[in-house]
């Protein structure tokens, strides 16, 4: 077994120092790919066994479309964690996922009616 | 590409990053903005730092954090607009090119007491082709200066805006955003007329 590791990364720069693993069960790859800003929510489907708190805490979160951002901050562990219980989540079908729109933006005319929208949007809260 | 279809329960999600040197008011951006109580996620930093193909063992790990502000503005229900602001602290930008692929567009942030705390923002994003402004925030205590003053000292592309702001005031930060839009719809103008 591996000591843990001290030295370079515990100083007062970086965040606070976290156990993570426990949760994840010792997973750190999602079988689901996300990003930040995959969008999650509740299919409505029980799943058919009980899934633990730590899943069971982040499905009760999943009744609007949240970010997988947006759900880490709320249960308090880092984004690679969450990713795992969401993906797992996703496994059993009891959320959907919806993975944002990587494309970079070019001159198409989806593009503009998107930067479109969102410029009315921005305006509106003037 | 995402289907148009009248049942689907899911928006847009968009990304705006907000960077800029330490303490140059970033949260208080996101802050600003945000309808939501501005959150934090957390990465590892072993995690991304290390090939995550070799993590054998590395449950048994304790490791630390960085953490990245963010906020979330909705946009009619059919667009989402989540702001990130980046950590100031340039040894954790690494982090950034997860953050920067598939953003819209970045804001840079500066103070005129320490402009060069920007450059690296800038150079980042020139070097990534993301598109970018650049917002000044106008502390009490600075010198006023022009915005050309300010494009001249950073060296700035003549295309690329700079707007003043105070970032603590929700409208103010708004409008930025807005002069970051108008700017990426400009630029697809340009383009498609070239084309
Ligand atoms: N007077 C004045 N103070 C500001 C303004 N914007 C931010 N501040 C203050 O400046 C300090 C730093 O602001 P933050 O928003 O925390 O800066 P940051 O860029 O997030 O800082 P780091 O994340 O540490 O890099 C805070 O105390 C803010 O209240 C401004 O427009 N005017
Ligand atoms: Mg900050």
């Known amino acids: ?126 | 590409m995402g289907s148009v279809n009248d049942s689907d329960p899911f928006p847009t999600a968009l990304k705006v990053l907000i960077a800029g040197g330490f303490g140059v008011g970033k949260t208080t951006m996101v802050s600003a903005v945000s309808e939501i109580e501005p959150l934090s996620t957390e990465e590892l930093l072993t995690q991304v730092s290390a090939s995550t193909d070799s993590l054998e063992g590395v449950e048994d790990k304790s490791t630390t954090t960085v953490a990245m502000d963010f906020g979330r503005i909705s946009l009619g229900g059919t667009h989402v607009l989540y702001l990130f602001g980046t950590p100031g602290q340039e040894r954790f930008w690494f982090l950034w090119d997860e953050l920067s692929a598939g953003a819209l567009g970045a804001v840079v942030l500066a103070d005129t007491r320490r402009l060069e705390d920007c450059f690296a923002a800038v150079d980042f994003f020139e070097r990534r082709g993301i598109e970018f402004i650049v917002a000044v925030n106008e502390f009490d205590d600075a010198y006023r200066y022009e915005p050309e003053e300010v494009r001249a000292a950073i060296d700035l592309k003549p295309e690329v805006p700079v707007v003043l702001c105070d970032a603590r005031d929700v409208a103010s930060s708004t409008n930025v955003l807005v002069s970051l839009v108008q700017h990426l719809i400009d630029t697809r103008s340009q383009h498609a007329d070239v084309i």
């Not at chain 1, 120092?17 to 079988?31: E, I």
């Not at chain 1, 409505?44 to 947006?70: F, I, K, Q």
Request: proline share 9%.
């Open chain 1, 1 to 126: 077994m591996t000591e843990p590791v001290e030295g370079p990364w515990l100083d007062g720069d970086a965040g606070r120092l976290v156990r993570p693993y426990t949760v994840s069960d010792g997973r750190t790859k999602p079988s689901t790919h996300f990003d930040l800003l995959t969008l999650v929510m509740a299919t409505g489907n029980r799943p058919h066994h009980y899934l633990g708190p730590d899943h069971t805490h982040v499905l009760g979160l999943c009744r609007g479309p949240l970010s997988v951002a947006e759900i880490a901050a709320h249960i308090r562990q880092p984004a690679v964690v969450t990713k795992v219980l969401l993906s797992d989540l996703v496994d059993c079908g009891a959320i959907t996922a919806r993975a944002p729109d990587r494309a970079p933006l070019g001159p198409h005319s989806t593009d503009r009616d998107l930067l479109e929208a969102v410029l009315d949007g921005l305006r509106k809260r003037l």
